[in-house]
């Protein structure tokens, strides 16, 4: 289930917006402030509602204050979130200022959420309780605090087993959640032991562990064997010839590493079913997405994750003008054949064609898209709007000049 379109009224500082979502990418800039958190948000609660009418999931919703349109010391009647996915399925979700009669008038007809509820009838929870086939949907949604990693001390209260629907536990809470796929790993570790030592072989492999295994080496050449020891307890990597805990990793590597453990865990968790859990459909939301990365690897994250995940929806937002830098490079790709860049270092990149990427840059209640209709690509003069240093690095490389020519 991916997105196609999002639409807010009166939630937050948002009187009006409605914007369409990249079938691959949506890029969201903008100044702190701006609302671009606000979006992810709005998309987390408007998803909320499928977790909570899934078996054992909680979804998150509207807080109890603070999401209404407040504008001259007046709530707005009320707030809505209204979801529009690929395939056509249209849903809202909306809390009222109060329960009045007078409150009821004020508020437009909705499309509620009826619709979904049919739709994960007949997709999710008819074949999941007729022990059939099914694909389940997945979300997740990484905040600023992903860079906390929650590190168990001890295996105390670990569950011993997971259910599919487990993967989606907690998957719109925007705070760290490395814990749960810390338990997941190491349970599937003993299990995949156990069948080594009824098999007598070390060949002997869960596909959900060489999954997630994958997804790691994937986005980090330079690490393998990830697994988890004992006495003390610790998710190690091997780096060149070195064994390290991943809480000895700098804060770049834990940062995305623990996204990526968790994201590739949560699928592998809700469709064991599929060759290739990663390539099962998601939603993914990323705040700050270049946080704690070194400028070269800003350059590289984007491409690497829908390298990665072939069939996850990415919503992003960041200050980096490298990422934007980045995407460019990836929509020019999609224009070359092999062949017409030779042996280039471009031939490497992920092609990426603009009618799967939305870009928007958000300034007070307007949300200007940054994809050039003629080129696909964003336009270049728009950096200047999150990237202000460069014009004082243009005054102080002028004053130098006119130094050196006195």
Known sequence: MKLKHLTLENFRAKAYLSMALGQRLTLLLGSNGSGKTTLLDAISIGLGEVLTYLPGVSGISFKKRGEILQQHNRQAPYTRITLEALHGLTWDRMQRRDNSKNTA???????????????LDAQVITPWSAGEPFDLPVFAYYGVSRALLDLPLSRKGFPK??????????????????????IWFYNK?????????????FDVTLPELDAVRRAITRMFPDLSEPHIELNPLRFVVRQREEWLNIAQ???????????????????AMANPHLDDSLT??????????????????????????????PNTQFIVTTHSPYIVEAL?????????????LNDTEAVSL?????????????DGEDVLSLMAEDRGLIDDQLLVHFNDINRLYDQMRDIEWEHHNR
């Open 105 to 119: 008038e004020e508020i437009p007809a909705g499309r509620g959420i009826k619709n979904l509820k049919h739709y």
């Open 161 to 182: 087993s997971h259910e599919r629907f487990d993967a989606l536990t907690n998957a719109l809470n925007a705070d760290s959640r490395f814990k749960s796929a810390f």
């Open 189 to 201: 570790e003993n299990e995949e032991h156990r069948l080594q030592k009824q098999h007598k072989s």
């Open 249 to 267: 990793l700098s804060d770049g590597y834990q940062t995305l590493l623990g996204l990526v453990i968790d994201l590739s865990s949560r699928m």
């Open 280 to 309: 099962a459909e998601a939603v993914v939301m990323i705040d700050e997405v270049d946080l704690h990365l070194h400028p070269q690897w800003q350059q590289r994250v984007i491409g690497d994750l829908l390298t990665t995940f």
């Open 328 to 340: 460019n490079n990836h929509l020019m790709r999609s224009k070359f054949e092999n062949g017409a």
């Open 350 to 362: 992920l092609p990426l064609s603009p009618r799967q990427v939305a870009a928007y840059r958000l």
